[in-house]
């Protein structure tokens, strides 16, 4: 007998469900159509793909629930977390943040739409409900078992060439997708030699920074993000703080977080320039002397 | 309770399937609406199979997942390849083969 | 009523195979067929010598027709009624007909007369169309003519003779339309052909009406069989309405007048001796069909009498000469036709007076064109006079000619016309009185405008034009070519009449075909007939000398009275068939024009239109939303669930 068997999946004589059984279905079930409305309605595209992963799951505990144990364990491990991660993706590179207008544009669609699933749903519900089943048999004979091996006699047994198929499936779809979104070089490869080069220029045209600024951490006295980094001259580097924090004027002064860096920096040292570093001015050398 | 509340379970998520597809104009949720309706039936695939005490209902619902996986990975790089041309997801912004 | 003349059928002489000469009669016709193809197809490297062989192939044709008379006349008179079969034409189980020919004295009668008259306006036209560059495209037509009119009249059943009718008809209109570069001798070509074809429908509903009721179009078939009296009468009158078409009587005469338009031998031959003959040449053989309905006997006899009159009062007022020969020829037809609807009494005397009208009108056309050869293609009398001094040889034949249309005794048209008018003196009630009145009637007209138009060419003062109103006017006499023909055709009119009057002998040769017509005495005794006919056309002579010998004729027309207007305007016959043909048929045409184009073609476009409007309306489902597209599929999907749960209740 399987351990991890815990729900009693047997059916009763008359064909009905333990009762066990039935209060699992009635607490998920109306859980899972929350979940799938507020698929339809939910206007963040993220908020969506979460609702249907509920709803995902909501199916392994189903499957689990009906002696598929395998296709539940399936279920979580390649749709919920292959496939919606996929879509997760997409939604990262396609735009997080896009919220759709629940207007609709074209006319008479909604109502239309309304009727049509109304009609799906009374039409398949009625076929459904209406139609004679034999009496349910149950998995315990196929599932003796376990229902992963009884799975594998039927799946490489009668389907095995049916599963060479898949398999060559799956390849082609991943060969597909690199495919499709092979995007041609239509610009000259850029070289660290162009890069540099495209520096100087920019530099002799307006001024433009050529070297690097210094990686974070270097002259870092916080790590916040709203704090700019300091350069090499003790001034604040402002382009190390993200644009959105800038315009939003949150980024801090050196002032706010450090003023004994601000104090250091403010002090007139000498000749140098540097913080820190106090000193007097250089000996003038006379003429004679700079000549030796 | 009888399994045929599963089935009921699996037209209504068929059918909020369907109406995402036909509602929403963000091409990645009506792609995630087809999802849903394979997913409702693999639950009624999975139904059947208890029903009539036979696993070919699983392998069924266990091909479904493949197929789908696949299905997925081409449509979602379609819609990428898509998005960069025209910056934009949106189902209604394909709309030239009209009268 | 005529019924009472005779009582048996017609004692219709059975046809035996063709021996000798008459198994050759295809070749009649097959002589100038050939020339006229030969001379078509050769084009203009035959027009030197092309004349000469349009000349040669109606003299051949006389040779082999008077061969056969020849035979006829040596062969017992029950066996002068010869068929021979040549081949098979239409071969189906209800109706067969062949090609095949009919020697028999009325048929060999007009082969002589068309063969002989039509050779000498043969040689006539050499000389008369010298000048002309197409002269060999017309002897080409000539001939062609003659080969069909040949073919009209030897064929053996209605079928065949229908071909040589329709080839003449077309002979007719390429002839009158010879110079179709004038628009108007064009149209006038096409008006003769059209109301030819008028025609033509009566005798193509006489060949189904036979067809119904005795399943041939044979002679043989046909004259011996006996009809009821309503088919006789349909059968007739359908007949009749084809020779009145062909034969320019009332009410399908209007063409003659225009058709004048023609080079004149053409006015000579086909429109005064042979192809106008052919109306008659039908009622005549249909004699036997005929004598079994009075009443189409009755119609034939009036349609002839009122185109008799007709054409004398429209040939009064013309000035055009070509016009004045051919009203008279319309109204001698008109004699013709009223001679064979007074039944076997009036066939030999209609045959007879066609004989001899065919040279005598022939010869006085030729002597027309001679003094338009004369005068510079003037055509107008009232331009002439004095003539008979500068032109003796054509005032001579002319003047045989119009003696002879007089019916001056000895004359060749004393003998034919005036047995015609005796004949319409015979019968009972109404008939005699009436028609044998119009007849005499006709006569005086006759010699009225007849002398009108001999007077006012050949005597009084002359009215010549002169430059710069008209080219200045030489009239001189035609060559030998052009006068030999003319005194030819002017001794017969002088003397052919007496010759074959002699003993009968005409009506009995023709006995054979017309059948033995047992004679019946006049309502008038036939000496007041004689004697009332030479006044009234003595006293015709006697006006028309008044008119214009004894006054000068004037040179331009005079205003004349409503009649004499009425009769310049052809009695307003093109007036008559505009309004009461023309107008409506114009009308139709319009009118199914119209209903073509929004009816028919208004359905059409219409369905389509609205095929379009539907496409239109329907298209605007496709706006190109892939979710509305797919709405339509989960639409399409929940009505065929909805629809398989209901089937299943």
């Known amino acids: 007998m399987n351990a991890l068997l815990l729900v009693p999946a047997a059916l009763n004589a008359d064909g009905t469900v333990s009762s066990g059984e039935t209060v699992l279905f009635w607490v998920i079930a109306p859980l899972m159509v929350l979940g799938a409305l507020a698929l339809v309605f939910s206007r963040r595209a993220v908020y969506a793909a979460v609702s249907i992963i509920f709803v995902m799951i909501g199916l392994a505990f189903l499957y689990v629930a009906q002696d598929a144990v395998f296709l539940g364990v399936t279920q979580v491990v390649v749709y919920t977390g292959a496939i919606m991660m996929l879509f997760l993706f997409v939604l990262m590179l396609v735009g997080v943040d896009a919220s759709e207008s629940l207007i609709e544009t074209i006319r008479g669609h909604r109502p239309l739409v309304g009727l049509f699933a109304l009609g799906l749903v009374v039409g398949l519900g009625g076929v459904v409900i209406s139609a004679a089943y034999s009496a349910p048999v149950g998995l315990e004979a196929l599932n003796a078992d376990s229902n992963p091996v009884g799975v594998a006699r039927v799946l490489f047994g009668q389907y095995a060439l049916a599963m060479q198929l898949t398999g060559a499936l799956l390849i082609v779809a991943a060969v597909s997708a690199i495919t499709l979104t092979h995007v041609e070089r239509l610009l000259p490869l850029v070289t660290q030699r162009r890069v540099a080069d495209a520096k100087m220029e920019a530099w002799a045209a307006r001024g433009a920074r050529i070297a690097q600024l210094p990686a974070s951490g270097v002259y870092a006295t916080h790590n916040g993000a709203d704090i700019p980094a300091l350069s090499a001259t003790g001034e604040p580097v402002m382009a190390s703080v993200p644009r959105v924090l800038r315009v939003r004027g949150q980024q801090l002064e050196i002032g706010d977080f450090a003023p004994n860096i601000a104090a250091e920096r403010d002090r007139p040292t000498g000749q140098s320039g540097l913080p820190n570093m106090p000193g007097e001015p250089a000996p003038q050398l006379t003429q004679g002397e700079e000549e030796r | ?99 | 009523m005529l019924a009472s003349i005779h009582t048996a059928p017609l004692e219709a002489v059975g046809a035996i195979p063709a021996t000798g000469a008459a198994s050759l009669a295809w070749l009649l016709v097959a002589i100038p067929l050939a020339s006229a193809a030969v001379l078509l197809v050769a084009g203009r490297r035959s027009d030197s010598w092309g004349h000469w062989l349009g000349v040669l192939a109606p003299v051949l044709s006389f040779l082999l027709g008077a061969t056969i008379a020849i035979q006829l006349l040596g062969l017992p008179a029950d066996d002068r009624v010869m068929t021979t079969q040549l081949y098979p034409w239409i071969t189906t189980p209800e109706l067969s007909i062949d090609f095949g020919t009919r020697v028999d004295p009325l048929s060999v009668t007009f082969v002589l007369l068309v063969t002989f008259v039509g050779s000498l306006i043969h040689v006539y036209s050499v000389a008369y169309m010298e000048h002309d560059i197409d002269r060999r495209r017309f002897f080409a037509y000539m001939n062609f003519f003659v080969g069909a009119m040949l073919l009209l009249v030897v064929a053996d059943s209605y079928a065949l003779l229908f071909v040589g009718w329709e080839g003449v008809g077309l002979a007719s209109y390429l002839l009158i339309g010879f110079w179709n570069f004038n628009p108007d001798y064009a149209t006038a070509a096409k008006k003769a052909f059209v109301m030819n074809r008028v025609g033509d429908v009566g005798l193509l509903l006489a060949m189904g009406a036979m067809f119904t009721t005795i399943g041939s179009v044979s002679f043989e078939d046909v004259l011996g069989a006996e009809f009821s009296a309503a088919w006789a009468t349909a059968i007739g009158l359908f007949l009749l309405l084809a020779a009145t078409g062909k034969s320019a009587q009332f009410p399908l005469q209007a063409w003659l007048g225009d058709a004048m338009a023609g080079p004149t031998p053409v006015s000579a031959l086909i429109h005064a001796a042979t192809m106008v003959t052919a109306g008659v040449y039908l009622v005549v053989r249909s004699g036997p069909v005929y004598l079994q309905s009075p009443d189409a006997q009755l119609a034939v006899a009036i349609i002839g009498a009122i185109t008799l009159l007709f054409g004398a009062i429209v040939g009064s007022a013309k000035d055009d000469m070509k016009k004045v020969l051919a009203a008279s020829t319309m109204s001698q037809i008109g004699y013709m036709m009223l001679a064979a609807g007074l039944g076997p009494i009036g066939y030999a005397f209609a045959i007879f007076h066609l004989f001899t009208h065919g040279f005598f009108k022939a010869g006085m056309f030729l002597g027309a064109g001679s003094v338009m050869h004369g005068m510079n293609d003037q055509v107008s009398i009232r331009r002439f006079g004095g003539l008979s001094t500068y032109m003796k040889v054509t005032w001579v034949t002319f003047m045989m000619g119009w003696l002879a249309i007089l019916g001056i005794p000895p004359f060749s048209g004393f003998w034919s016309k005036d047995k015609i008018i005796e004949a319409a003196f015979v019968g009972e009630g109404w008939h005699p009185w009436v028609f044998g009145t119009v007849a005499l009637l006709g006569a005086g007209i006759t010699a009225f405008y007849m002398s009108r138009l001999f007077f006012m060419i050949f005597h009084g003062d002359k009215r010549w034009t002169k430059a710069p109103e008209g080219p200045d006017q030489h009239p001189h006499e035609s060559p030998a070519l052009m006068t030999v023909p003319m005194v030819i055709l002017a001794i017969g009119s002088v003397a052919l009449g007496g010759l074959l009057s002699v003993g009968g002998s005409f009506v009995t040769w023709l006995e054979p075909v017309t059948g033995h017509a047992e004679h019946h005495e006049p309502v008038l005794p036939v000496l007041v007939i004689m004697i009332a006919t030479i006044a009234v056309v003595l006293a015709g002579v006697a006006i028309a000398w008044r008119m214009y010998v004894a006054v000068a004729a004037p040179m331009t027309a005079p205003h004349g009275s409503a009649l004499t207007r009425a009769a310049r305007n052809d009695l307003y016959q093109d007036q008559l068939n505009e309004a009461v043909f023309m107008r409506p048929g114009q009308a139709l045409t319009q009118g199914l024009f119209l209903a073509d184009e929004y009816v028919v073609d208004g359905t059409i476009e219409g369905t389509a239109f609205g095929l379009a409007s539907i496409g239109r309306v329907a298209s605007r489902l496709q706006n190109g939303y892939v979710r509305s597209y797919a709405g339509y599929i989960v639409g399409g999907a929940a009505v065929a669930v909805v629809v398989m749960l209901a089937s299943r209740m």
């Open chain 2, 1 to 99: 309770m009888s399994l045929t509340n599963y089935l009921v379970l699996a037209v209504v998520l068929f059918t909020i399937g369907g109406t995402t597809v036909l509602v929403r104009r963000n091409a990645i949720i009506a792609f995630m609406g087809v999802e849903l309706m394979l997913n409702a039936t693999n639950l009624s695939l999975v139904t059947f199979s208890r029903m009539h005490g036979n696993l070919d209902g699983q392998v069924m619902a266990f091909f479904v997942m493949v197929v789908a996986a696949a299905e997925v990975v081409v449509g979602l790089a379609i819609i990428v390849s898509i998005y960069r041309t025209r910056r934009s997801a949106s189902l209604d912004d394909v709309s030239l083969l009209k009268h």
